[in-house]
């Protein structure tokens, strides 16, 4: 049995009696809360979201045929310990429950039907679905369609070029912001920093910002513990963020290169394939499926598994009869694992060693934990699982042919902390946990610590002015680049402007939307450049990597280093002189900046959510509010949550969401959080049961 809480956010707070009973609940509301996000997800997991969405899902259905989403996922499950597979099936027995209740009737869905004219009738949730939607939170979250990319550039503008989109060795001092863009932040206070003389955590992951949020907020309580913590919709626990009440955590993602991705040479025999491997031609498994499209023309997908991996690209001709396609080696699906066994230790955690203990069975992605506990132990620890490559075998994708698959690397030792521990996704100086290639900047990792040791927090509520720092970390280096000589008498004046200007990039600030405006133009500029035509070639690998390969979206994060380039820099002045001149009357940077939250829908009946609202911060600020700078200002990447732990108190601790607790766009809760979110102010956790509200749900049996 199990009893369901709310506070005035509309959060779920569940009480059970037993495990079982707490996972059937879980499950059971969040399909309730979110049942239109779930099953998108779900179906994202199978390849069949186009039977219910259409063409605009095809890209992604035939990737997640092609990297075997679902069967990984089906593995996943049989092969996890007993205790862990009963959860997990539990958890989705309570999602169909939901589902027949309330989440099959989401407003989304009646769209849809409508739109499309006929109905389509949703499926039951089968066990393994709930790891099928932890596998799609993280099937592209690798830095291995950054390989994809790096290949594309060495195949038309030269392998010296790789280097200079990725900032890799790079000597100019806090160049723009490299890619991967996408990260996190989190810190942590030792005792010793704090009122309360227990540690503090805190932080806020940056993810695509979605419609419904990617994360909720929920209490998981019953016999054995008691967790606040943010869930992946359609995923049991909390694997990312939580407190129970005498351990913490939270997790940002390292950066690391996890995936190998291999230049596959094929060629067809028979009914099937094979492949070139290092000991000569080898079989394919393939597997071959339609795609079936609402509304539309069905696809047919032919799935090809090699020695060291699934192709996920599409294929291209090569010598002969032979073609090219490139595979990717998922420790997931080598494993045949996709790091569940961590779930529920987790949320018994009871020290910080339990935490990293539990992190020790997580695969992929690769975190960086920070864990804390009540009796004032802080660790550090890299988990998940990487091939055991130097950083030469991390850069470009490796030859099938001569290259053999690594042995895998696990998790890192635990450091203790013993001040302060800051991650944001930075190159880490401690060789033995660094397992990528590239890194963002270092400017966020380096900010937090400032502004730490400037405001020299002692609470949780103090941590405001960290989560809502917007000094740029790429304005520096590219203002460099402002012309010296006469000007017409705008453009002076916006140079004038950018010259004095404090580097913030705050919603008000005139200065700072001169700045988005001129970097805009330099960056169209620099995109337009005949050194880089070759680039603009169309990419080999598929439709579902183009966000990857769009040469706007990789010059902005590296047009500081294009314009110090031998091949760019005799024109860097008169680049910089023309995108000044359309810099003059350029609205404060709130005016352009505001908020595109991405819904599966916008693509399909025209959604539009109405929510515009007008933000602070940047792609490389602490307060994350990302766009593609070149193209719009519309913000679409940014924080999906914001955290802070109190091990002292637990009720002091905070966190919110960008937008709100329930996923129906007509609920008081599905956009509620939206304003203390864009403030960088989160809310404080309730957990006091005689504080929330008993939500008479009818708990299906």
Known sequence: MAELYRDAHGVPHLHATDVDDLARAQGEVTARDRGWQIEVDRLRASGRLAELVGASAVSWDVFARRARLDDTARRALEGTDVATRRFIARYAEGVRRGMAAAGSSAPEFRALDGHFGDRVVLTEWDDHDPLGVLHVAHALFSTFPLMLWRAHVAATLGDEWVDVFAGYGDTIPDAAETLPTSGSNAWALHGSRTASGLPLLAGDPHRILE?????????????????????????????????????AWGVTNAMAHSVDVFR????????????????????VDVERSVVRVRGGDDVAVTALETARGTVVTDLVPSDGDELVGWSVRMPARVRGDLGAAALLPLLRARTAADVIEAFGAWVDPVNRVLAADAQGAVLSATVGATPDRPAGGRRLPLDAASAAAAP???PSEAVTVTDVAVDANERPTDLRIDRGWAYPASHRADRIRDVLDETRPRTVDEFEPVWGDT??????????????????????????????????????????????A????????????????????????????????????????????LLAHPALRGDAEELAAAALAETAGAPAWGETHRLLPLHVLSEVTGFDSGLRTSLSGDGDTV????????????VWRGSVARWAWDLADRERSLWSVPFGAAGDPASPHFADQLEGWADASPHRVVTDWARLRRDEWEETR
């Open 471 to 516: 000094a740029s970390g790429s304005a520096k280096v590219l203002l460099a680049f402002l012309p010296r000589g006469d000007l017409e008498p705008d453009a002076s004046a916006a140079r004038d402007l950018l010259r004095e200007w404090n580097g913030r990039m705050d919603a008000s600030s005139p200065a700072a939307g001169a700045f988005a």
């Open 264 to 283: 596959e040479s094929l060629r067809p025999v028979g009914d099937g394939y094979e492949a070139l491997g290092a000991d000569g031609w080898e079989p």
């Open 408 to 410: 895998e690397r696990g």
């Open 211 to 247: 419609l419904p949020g990617v994360y909720q907020q929920v209490r998981l309580a019953c016999d054995e513990f008691d967790v606040v913590g943010l869930a992946f919709p359609g995923v049991p626990g909390v694997p990312h963020f939580g407190h129970t009440g005498d351990a």
């Open 623 to 634: 307060r994350c509010t990302g766009s593609i700078p070149g193209r719009t200002d519309r």
């Open 518 to 561: 001129w970097r805009s133009a330099l960056i169209r500029r620099v995109v337009a450049h005949p050194a880089l035509a070759a680039l603009h070639q169309p990419h080999l690998f598929g439709a579902v990597f183009d966000a990857w390969l769009d040469v706007t979206t990789q010059t902005a994060a590296a047009v500081a280093r």
